[in-house]
Every structure is written in C-alpha cells, then in structure tokens.
C-alpha cells in the first residue's frame, strides 16, 4: 500500500489510528453521528497545540475516493471559537510514484487582530510527518 493510500484509508476509514501514529499531536478520536468514511458523519477529536489540549468537532463534508480528496469542516471547538469558520482538505496525489500529501485550511478571521494559523498548520504538517514516519518503519 503506497503512501497515498495509507493516507486516504486512514484518513477516512481509520480516523483512530491517528493518535497512535501521531501521538504527540493526536490523543483521541470519537465518532459522534453516523458512519465512519460516510459523508456527513460528525468526529471529534482531542489533540494538543502549543502545550494546550484542544478539541475540534468536525463534519465530513465531501469525499472523493478516485481522487483521495477528504474534506472535514469544524462545526465546533477551539478553532470555530475564535475563527468565523474552519475546514480542512486532505488532497494525495502521485506524481513520478511520489505520493505528494498536501493539506488546504480555509478559515476566515472575525478581525484583523485574530492572527494567521500558522501553529495550526506547523501542527498538521508534524502529524503528517510522523504518520509517514509511523508507516515507514
């Protein structure tokens, strides 16, 4: 199983793995409503930021097998508490057999004073980093 698969199985058919594969961004995993991989399914789950916990409860809102494109939308936790909205797409693909994971935040700031999230993004790009990591050895 190539990286992109491992990614998008994960991803979307075993969302608790991610904390062990990833355990010093991701302590937990919940299914909240409905199916796991099920457009519409609502997850939760716990992680820390900057040495705080935190948790973001999140709604699948679209996925696409054929082109390993997942997109996940909090609808409540410590993002949507201080940001106007927040989703997450998870997007692999394989280019010259490298399988390239690429991540796109869209959120919007209530206010100039809210800042970026680049701990948010520094945060998923170390998960990344050790799920590939986890799968490598």
């Known amino acids: 199983m190539g990286l992109k698969s ?14 062990t594969m990833s355990p010093l961004h ?8 409905g199916d796991i991989g ?18 973001s ?14 997109v996940l939308k909090e609808f409540e936790g410590d993002v949507t508490d201080k940001y106007d909205s927040f989703k997450a797409t998870l997007h692999i693909e394989t280019k010259d057999e490298i399988d390239l994971v690429s991540w796109t ?10 800042p970026e ?6 945060f998923i790009v170390g998960m990344t980093k050790a799920i590939d990591d986890h799968h490598a050895n």
């Open 117 to 122: 999230l680049i701990n948010l993004l520094n």
């Open 26 to 33: 991701v302590q937990g995993f919940d299914l909240l409503e």
């Open 105 to 114: 935040l869209e959120y919007e700031r209530p206010n100039e004073n809210v």
């Open 6 to 19: 491992v990614f998008h199985d994960v991803f979307t058919n075993k969302p608790h793995h991610v904390s």
């Open 38 to 55: 099920t457009v519409g399914s609502k997850i939760c789950w716990t992680y820390t930021l900057d040495g705080e916990k935190k948790i």
């Open 57 to 70: 409860k999140q709604i699948l809102e679209a996925i696409d097998h054929e082109n390993k494109v997942l």
